[in-house]
């Protein structure tokens, strides 16, 4: 059973150009959340989609949006990135009925230079 | 105040040694509780998950969580070096469907 993939692994943008990452979730998961994860720190929530739908947003701004796919692969697309979006972006799944199980993938690591 | 507290650490126990890591955090409303381990440069990966109070034991591994105290709390047991890694607290209530993490404390076991 393949648990949540990400790709790419890493990345390293210019500041101003957009990004796109991948996430497959885990088996029978129909929930994606993105998170971002700065050096040191704890994760932080960016959003979460449901049925194609984003259910939730954390504290990020307009820049940072994302699409889920009839198949509950997702992607999180950043616009006019900014040093400070250096960081590792995780996606996590889990099912809307187990509601405290979340999985994470590996993570992208993206660079902004 | 920060919703999740965790001591940052790092934390250097030696080999065989019993590890009590702990979170403290502030919103009475969260109800479910999950520990994390994450080794550098990978992604989290989830040892214990607890609903409302109570005691968890899987292993080596034991959570706690006192919701009166807004305290939780990791045990290991029998620590080995390849426990060393961060471990993470995270939590939310039953409404939304963010995880709330703490900031993480490096755990190093010495051989």
């Known amino acids: 059973d393949a648990g949540v993939t990400q790709s790419p692994t890493h990345l390293i943008k210019t500041r101003g150009q957009q990004v796109t990452l991948r996430c497959s979730p885990k088996s029978g998961h129909d929930t994606v959340s993105w998170y971002q994860q700065a050096l040191g720190q704890g994760p932080q929530f960016i959003f979460q989609?449901?049925?194609?739908?984003?259910?939730q947003r954390g504290n990020f701004p307009d820049r940072f949006s994302g699409h889920q796919f009839p198949n509950y692969s997702s992607e999180l697309n950043v616009n006019a990135l900014l040093l400070g979006d250096s960081a590792l972006y995780l996606c996590a799944s889990s099912s809307r009925q187990l509601a405290g199980q979340q999985y994470f993938g590996p993570g992208t690591r993206l660079t902004v230079t | 105040q920060k919703e999740v507290e965790q001591d940052p650490g790092p934390l250097s126990v030696p080999e065989g040694a019993i590890v009590s890591l702990n979170c403290t955090y502030s919103?009475?409303?969260?109800?479910?509780f999950m520990w994390y381990r994450q080794y550098s440069r990978k992604g989290p990966e989830l040892l214990m998950y607890?609903?409302?109070?109570g005691n968890k034991e899987d292993g080596r591994f034991t959570a706690q969580v006192d919701k009166s105290s807004k305290y939780i709390s990791l045990f290991i047991r029998d620590s080995q070096p390849s426990d060393s890694a961060t471990y993470l607290c995270?939590?939310?209530?039953?409404?939304?469907?963010?995880?709330?993490f703490g900031p993480g404390t490096r755990l190093s076991v010495l051989p």
């Open positions: 919103n009475s409303a969260f109800q479910y």
């Open positions: 995270a939590m939310k209530d039953n409404y939304g469907q963010n995880f709330v």
């Open positions: 607890t609903y409302s109070s």
């Open positions: 989609y449901y049925e194609e739908e984003e259910r």
